[in-house]
């Protein structure tokens, strides 16, 4: 119930919607959210967030980012990164501070020394 | 019915690459590359597509620089500019709406449907 209420609070501008796929580059000024497939690699200003259900296989650059997905690939955040419990994240974090929840599954390097 | 989130490619947004999936899509961002989708397609005033696209229905607010495959309609909005070839069972350049290339209808009825006037 609580995650559904965050949910809606963090529905982003960009919205990338569970039946759609895509496959090549993701940039952009604005906070991005995933509940579908996206393969390559994304770069975006502001927050990302990975919603459970949606597979990102892409390196990832961002201001914060969220996952309750499943990632594969490196990150590197200027603020945060959370995986959270129904997370499942493959590769190096790089990010000033990263927070790993109870329940997420996590294989890869971190380096919080930005 | 069952995947009705809205789908938004934000003004601030690009995409290289190819888009796909079965729901309907809205992008105000800009995408290069390739769009093919089982729904409908909605290019806002802000949005700039180099890509060619293949869905049902396409309706055209921005700039599109491709071709339009659309199996159902084409729609240009009067703040459309495209070049492109568009091929679509309906088109409507609506006035005010700029378009350079070539259009093809095809009217291709199935069987048993009967052909709603003109």
């Known amino acids: 119930m609580m995650a559904k209420q965050e949910k809606e609070k963090t529905m982003a501008n960009t919205v990338i919607g569970s039946s759609i796929v895509i496959d090549g580059e993701i940039s952009g000024e604005e906070s991005l959210t995933v509940l579908g497939t996206v393969k390559g690699k994304i770069s975006v200003g502001q927050g990302l967030i990975v919603e459970s259900g949606a597979t990102v296989e892409a390196n990832i650059e961002s201001q914060s980012l969220s996952i309750s997905g499943r990632v594969t690939g490196n990150v590197v955040a200027r603020e945060r990164v959370e995986v959270r419990a129904d997370g499942k994240m493959v590769g190096d974090i790089k990010a000033p501070r990263i927070v790993i929840a109870d329940g997420a599954s996590f294989k890869g390097n971190v380096d919080m020394d930005v | ?118």
Request: proline fraction near 3%; hydrophobic fraction near 40%; include cysteine.
């Open chain 2, 1 to 118: 019915m069952a995947d009705k989130e809205p789908c938004l490619i934000g003004s601030q947004i690009t995409i290289k690459g190819q888009i796909s999936g079965n729901q309907d899509l809205v992008i105000e961002g800009r995408v290069e590359g390739r769009v093919t989708l089982q729904n409908k397609l909605t290019v806002e005033e802000t949005g700039v597509l180099e890509a060619d696209i293949e869905v049902v229905e396409a309706t055209l607010k921005g700039e599109v620089r491709g071709d339009v495959i659309a199996s159902r309609a084409a729609v240009l909005h009067p703040s459309a500019r495209v070049v492109g070839n568009i091929r679509a069972a309906r088109v409507v350049i609506e006035d005010g709406a700029n378009f350079q290339g070539t259009i093809e209808m095809e009217v291709e009825l199935p069987a048993g449907l009967k052909a709603d006037g003109r």
